[in-house]
């Protein structure tokens, strides 16, 4: 049996756990992620937490295959990181310093695609080889699998989902500095701000959730207004990749079933016809898609 590790590197915390070749998660724990001196400690700080747990289980070293390793930023192929904001990071190739660091083979991703190729791996996408999934949080991330591969993108930035535009007519500016992207509409920060477009204010996402839930005519108005933005989201993204599955995570699937129901309606409307036969699912993994992702790109790199 082979062994190694899955990280997934956050701006406060590393994930880091252990497995076997199967998939099962042996054991994990965190670390924080310290981020002063330009981000300079966080490298070493995993490599000993990864040293000190080999030297306290005794492992074997040459049964472990590598580790990989998700990071909040483009990564291309190669390993290269092309400036994580959050970390202080600019370009530099992660791979090459944590082998170095570690004496173990090393495969990174963007975090995001990272939980993508997790979920398509052992949660909502399992048994699927097209697979898109989003996650519906502060803002929108996601990632794409197609006929089983994780789409990485020639710069490292693929399925950067969240900032398709829906409407070039948006005033508010984006994160990314554009107007209009699916995440200023389709984040559960998106959900908050229609509902204060209803005259809902000083509600979170969860309150508006909960009052829908209830029958409230004002919240079930502002969920079928976020239904349609995104299902004219997914049903144009759809009718690119042709997935048999769509796996929502983050935030907004807290809303459950009732989300899977709400947004049907709208991607049938806004979908290719061919590609218009998807199941809908919720994410399953939770917190530890990206360790798990991130231990397949190693299972992946070694076959
Ligand atoms: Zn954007």
């Known amino acids: 049996m ?3 590790f899955g990280i997934d590197l956050g701006g406060t915390t590393v994930k880091i756990a252990y497995f076997d070749e199967t998939g099962a998660m042996l054991q ?21 937490s990864i040293r000190d747990f080999i030297n306290a289980y005794q492992i074997n070293e040459t049964a472990i295959l590598g580790m990989g390793i998700g990071v909040p930023g483009p990564v291309d192929r190669k390993g290269v990181v092309n400036k994580c904001v959050n970390l202080g990071w600019g370009v530099f190739n992660i791979a090459e310093q944590l082998t170095e660091l570690t004496g173990f083979p090393v495969k990174a991703g963007n975090d995001a695609n990272v939980a993508a190729l997790g979920e398509y791996w052992k949660g909502g996408g399992q048994g699927c080889d097209n697979m898109v999934f989003a996650t519906l949080g502060t803002g929108v991330g996601g990632g794409i699998v197609i006929e089983g591969k994780l789409l990485h993108g020639a710069h490292g930035s693929g399925a950067e989902i969240g900032h398709m535009v829906l409407n070039r007519n948006e005033t508010a ?10 995440e200023q509409y389709c984040s559960a920060t998106g959900i908050v701000r229609l509902a204060g477009l209803h005259g809902m204010h000083n509600v979170t996402c969860k309150d508006i959730f909960d009052a829908a839930k209830a029958g409230d005519k004002v919240a079930l108005e502002v969920m079928d207004e976020y239904y349609e933005y995104l299902g004219e989201f997914l049903g144009s993204l759809c009718s690119v990749i042709d997935p048999e599955v769509v796996v929502l995570g983050g935030g907004v699937s807290k809303a459950g079933e009732m989300l899977l129901t709400g947004v049907e309606p709208y991607f049938h409307k806004y979908v290719f016809h061919a590609a218009s036969n998807v199941k809908f699912a919720l994410a399953s993994l939770g917190n530890d898609a990206g360790a798990y992702g991130a231990f397949k790109l190693v299972l992946d790199s070694a076959k």
């Open 28 to 48: 994990k724990w965190e670390i924080p992620t310290v981020t002063t001196d330009g981000g300079k400690h966080i490298l070493p700080h995993i490599a000993a």
């Open 173 to 182: 500016t984006c994160g990314c500095g554009k107007h209009g992207c699916v």
């Open 2 to 4: 082979k062994y190694g």
